[in-house]
């Protein structure tokens, strides 16, 4: 039979929740610590009040509860994971990555930890085990074990998208042995979008039957291992791009990456099935690390970029990429910061293909945004930014488009793509890729 105390702590607890889940946390906090006094080892409790102290940027206080719930429950992942977060705010690398790992062992499936791992160990200089838990990432997104995370991209689709994909089978049929495979894969594709929405759409049960059960997941990836040589081409002018960047936040150059590596990119984004993204920006196909991006070659590239600017980049890992393909001409991406310390774009696709020389690239406000302005994504105040580069184009870096080109600015400043004419056929949509090296120093 319960006792009144038990009552009396279920009720407390009960509110706490409640109180939690509506982000009212004041009240939430005082009714958790009503119900530690009655009954002072919960986990729970104690945990739930650690995240908390967390949200109010008290990381060292928050592990100190995280630690108590652990005592009282040792395989609490929530707690180990919470814990190694904190330990993340306060830059404790190895500290967060054990706490991360743990979780991760309690819970195989525990997506945000892979994750988190991923870019711990890309920032060791670990790029094998950096790609072990990005190779888990995407297991848990597109794989047989695959979880909920990205329920939404396997059973949804626009037009844009299934025509994508079409085109990649084709290419795929025209350069495999396997190509009756892709044959079947592409008219099957091919009939579905015919009648498709353009923007994002359900698929029916009778589309979903031909398209399979591998609809958007890793049909087919290529290996990209890393080169026996660099991937990065002896940088004389080095020292000029460090003075550019400092003078104006934003400098450009050519031939970024050895013709090698430029070809076996190249290749891997044309023929590997990891364009997933297609809802992100109206327009194009996106892929990121943790889902099907990473690859050996590519965190190669970055590491020697990262080496090739030392001043610039040395102490500052990778912490994100993405490549952005689009799908016709006009697609822009429109302005936009990125969440990151410096950002570095390159272009993969031919320059023959660009109908427009001069045109077709990136545009880089030197002025930075106000420092009281809280940019929260890309959806976030497009208008607002837009009119800011507007109001200060005369101050501004436009980029032209050009193959293995890169850009590097720092992510603070405002960006939007020009609007690209491209020739018809898929090899010649246009491919960039980004890097983001560090955190964003307000």
Not at 200 to 212: D, F, K, N, R, Y
Not at 216 to 234: D, F, M, Q, S, W
Not at 236 to 250: H, K, L, N, W
Not at 287 to 309: K, T
Request: aromatic letters at 8%.
């Amino acid at each position: 039979m319960n006792t009144l105390a038990d009552r009396d702590l279920s009720s407390l607890v009960a509110n706490a929740l409640a109180h939690h889940q509506a982000g009212r946390l004041g009240e939430a906090e005082a009714a958790y610590r009503c119900a530690l006094a009655i009954s002072p080892g919960h986990a729970t409790i104690t945990h739930n009040l650690g995240v908390i102290v967390a949200s109010r940027g008290e990381p060292d206080c928050a592990i100190s509860y995280f630690d108590r719930a652990i005592a009282a429950e040792p395989r609490y992942t929530s707690a180990h994971f919470n814990r190694a977060v904190a330990q993340q705010v306060l830059g404790r690398s190895r500290q967060a990555i054990d706490g991360f790992s743990r979780a991760s062992a309690l819970e195989p499936g525990h997506y945000e930890a892979h994750r988190a791992l991923g870019f711990l160990w890309l920032a060791e200089g670990e790029r094998g085990r950096a790609l072990d838990h990005f190779a888990r990432t995407y297991e848990l997104r597109r794989g047989e074990d695959r979880s909920e995370i990205a329920i939404r991209s396997l059973n949804w689709a626009t037009r844009g998208k299934l025509l994508h994909d079409c085109e990649q089978f084709r290419y795929l049929a025209a350069h495999h042995r396997d190509g009756q495979r892709f044959q079947t894969l592409a008219g099957a594709y091919a009939a579905v979008a015919e009648d498709f929405p353009e923007g994002p759409a359900a698929l029916s049960a009778v589309q979903m039957e031909p398209l399979g059960d591998d609809y958007n997941t890793a049909i087919h990836v290529l290996a990209a291992p890393e080169l026996a040589g660099p991937a990065i081409g002896p940088r004389t002018d080095a020292a000029a791009i460090v003075r550019a960047f400092e003078q104006a936040g934003a400098v450009y150059f050519d031939d970024l990456l050895t013709p090698q590596a430029l070809l076996r990119l190249k290749r891997y984004l044309l023929e590997s099935t990891i364009w997933h993204d297609f809802s992100h920006i109206d327009g194009f196909v996106a892929s990121y690390l943790e889902d099907g991006l990473a690859c050996p070659l590519l965190l190669q590239i970055a590491d020697e970029v990262r080496h090739a600017l030392p001043e610039l980049l040395g102490k500052r890992p990778l912490s994100q990429a993405w490549a952005f393909k689009g799908l016709r001409s006009g697609a822009v991406v429109d302005a936009h910061a990125d969440d990151a310390a410096i950002s570095i774009n390159f272009w993969l696709t031919r320059s023959e293909a660009n109908l427009e020389p001069g045109r077709g690239g990136l545009t880089v406000c030197h002025v930075p945004p106000p420092a009281t302005w809280q940019i929260k994504d890309y959806h976030a105040d497009r208008a607002r930014i837009a009119h800011f580069m507007d109001s200060h184009a005369h101050d501004a870096h436009v980029v032209p488009y050009r193959e293995n080109r890169a850009v590097l600015f720092r992510s603070r400043l405002f960006h939007r793509s020009d609007a690209p004419h491209f020739a018809s056929g898929y090899e010649n949509h246009r491919i960039n890729l980004t890097m983001l090296f560090g955190r964003h120093e307000s």
